[in-house]
C-alpha cells in the first residue's frame, strides 16, 4: 500500500524566513502533485510534478522531485504571511486499467507565518 | 475557480439516513473522482469513475456508491451513514489521457448526527 509522508506537520515561519516541507512516498511514481488549502475551502493546485529532476517555481515557492529518492520538498524563499496555509503532497498511481488519478494524500503539513 | 462546480455546499444528516451529493465537472473531463477529507486529515481516495464506470476504489466500503453521466456531473452516494462519515466530500475531474492535472470542486460538508 502506497504510503505519503509529509514533515513537519507543523511550521510556525517567521516572515522573510526560508524553509522546506519534505514529502517521502513509497512506491515508484513520476506523477506528483502541491495543493494549498485554506481553511474551509478546498484544494488549489500549486504544482504539478511528472519526471525525475522536474523543478518548478512559482513565486515564493519551488517544487522539485527526485522519483529514485521517493522524494519531492517544497522550497519557500523569504516567508510573507500570505502563505499561512496548509500543504498537501499528493502522489499520483493507476487507479484501474490505464488510468491514473488515484492521488495518494499526505497528512499536510500546517503553515503558519508571522511576522 | 477550476470550472468544477458540486451541491449541497453543507448539509447535515441523521445517522442511518442515505445522501446523495452531486458534482459538475469541466466540460470534456471525461474521469472524475472522488475523496473524503476528515478534519485535520489529507482527502482520501474513495472512488473514480470513466466514461461513466467504475475505474478504480480506495478502501471504503460498499455503502459508498457513485454514478458518472454523459453531461459530465457525477454522484456520490452514501447508505447508513456512520457518524465518522463527517467530512468534507471533494470531487475532482480530468481529461483521461489529456493534461494530467485534477481540479478540485469547492466540496462539499457532510455532518452526521
Known amino acids: 500500500e502506497l504510503k505519503v509522508e509529509q514533515n513537519p506537520l507543523f511550521l510556525s515561519m517567521q516572515e522573510g524566513k526560508n524553509y522546506t516541507i519534505y514529502c517521502n512516498y513509497s512506491?515508484?511514481?513520476?506523477?506528483l502533485y502541491w495543493y494549498r488549502q485554506d481553511p474551509g475551502k478546498s484544494l488549489e493546485s500549486l504544482f504539478v510534478?511528472?519526471?525525475?529532476?522536474a523543478v518548478k517555481q512559482e513565486g515564493r515557492l519551488m517544487a522539485s522531485l527526485d522519483t529514485k529518492a521517493r522524494l519531492s520538498t517544497l522550497h519557500i524563499t523569504a516567508a510573507v504571511h500570505d502563505l499561512s496555509a496548509t500543504y498537501f503532497c499528493?502522489?499520483?498511481?493507476?487507479?484501474?486499467?490505464?488510468?491514473?488519478?488515484?492521488?495518494?494524500f499526505g497528512q499536510g503539513t500546517i503553515l503558519t507565518v508571522h511576522p | 475557480e477550476t470550472g468544477v462546480t458540486q451541491s449541497p455546499t453543507h448539509l447535515i444528516k441523521t445517522r442511518g439516513q442515505q445522501v446523495t451529493l452531486r458534482c459538475s465537472s469541466q466540460?470534456?473531463?471525461?474521469?472524475v473522482s472522488w475523496y473524503q477529507q476528515a478534519l485535520g486529515q489529507g482527502p482520501q481516495f474513495i472512488f473514480q469513475?470513466?466514461?461513466?464506470?467504475?475505474?478504480g476504489r480506495g478502501n471504503f466500503p460498499p455503502r459508498f456508491s457513485g454514478l458518472q453521466f454523459p453531461n459530465y456531473s457525477s454522484e456520490l452516494n452514501v447508505n447508513a451513514l456512520e457518524l465518522d462519515d463527517s467530512a468534507l466530500y471533494l470531487c475532482?475531474?480530468?481529461?483521461?489521457?489529456?493534461?494530467?492535472?485534477?481540479?478540485f470542486g469547492p466540496g462539499t460538508r457532510l455532518t452526521v448526527t
Open positions: 499528493a502522489v499520483d498511481i493507476r487507479a484501474g486499467g490505464t488510468s491514473y488519478g488515484k492521488l495518494t
Open positions: 512506491t515508484t511514481s513520476d506523477r
Open positions: 510534478l511528472l519526471s525525475n529532476g
Open positions: 475532482a475531474s480530468r481529461l483521461a489521457g489529456g493534461p494530467y492535472e485534477q481540479y
Open positions: 466540460s470534456g473531463h471525461n474521469t
Open positions: 469513475y470513466y466514461r461513466e464506470e467504475e475505474n
